[in-house]
Nanobody, 125 residues
Framework: VQLQASGGGLVQAGGSLRLSCAAS????????LGWFRQAPGKEREFVAA????????YYADSVKGRFTISRDNAKNTVYLQMNSLKPEDTAVYYC???????????????????WGQGTLVTVSS
C-alpha cells in the first residue's frame, strides 16, 4: 500500500481546507484509513478515521463538528474536510492505513500499518 497525502496549505483562522489521501494497493479497499497530525514540539495525535467498508467514522473530540472524513472507494481516496480552522490545528497531517478490520476504526497509531508522507497545514490567527 502506498499513500499520497495532499491539500495542505496556509489558511486564516476560520477558513477551510480539504486534504486528500490517495492509496494504491488492493488491501486498501477493506482497510481503515486514519488522519493523524503532529504539531511542532508535540506528539502525533489522532484526528479522524473511516472504515472503507461500511463507512463507520471516528473523530477526536478536538475536531468533532468541524472536520469531516469521507471516502471515495472507486478512487481509493479519503478526504478530510476541515472547516472553522483554528491556529491550534496547525500541524503536519498524515494519512495512514490499518489493515485489521474493526467495527470502529482505531484511534491508535500502532494499529496503522502504512503511512503517507504528510502535508503541512498552517492556520494563521
Amino acid at each position: 500500500v502506498q499513500l499520497q497525502a495532499s491539500g495542505g496549505g496556509l489558511v486564516q483562522a476560520g477558513g477551510s481546507l480539504r486534504l486528500s489521501c490517495a492509496a494504491s494497493g488492493r488491501a486498501f479497499s477493506r482497510a481503515s484509513l486514519g488522519w493523524f497530525r503532529q504539531a511542532p514540539g508535540k506528539e502525533r495525535e489522532f484526528v479522524a478515521a473511516v472504515n472503507m467498508i461500511g463507512g463507520n467514522t471516528y473523530y477526536a473530540d478536538s475536531v468533532k463538528g468541524r472536520f469531516t472524513i469521507s471516502r471515495d472507494n472507486a478512487k481509493n481516496t479519503v478526504y478530510l474536510q476541515m472547516n472553522s480552522l483554528k491556529p491550534e490545528d496547525t500541524a503536519v497531517y498524515y494519512c495512514a492505513v490499518g489493515l485489521v478490520v474493526r467495527i470502529l476504526p482505531s484511534r491508535l497509531s500502532r494499529d496503522y500499518d502504512y503511512w503517507g508522507q504528510g502535508t503541512l497545514v498552517t492556520v494563521s490567527s
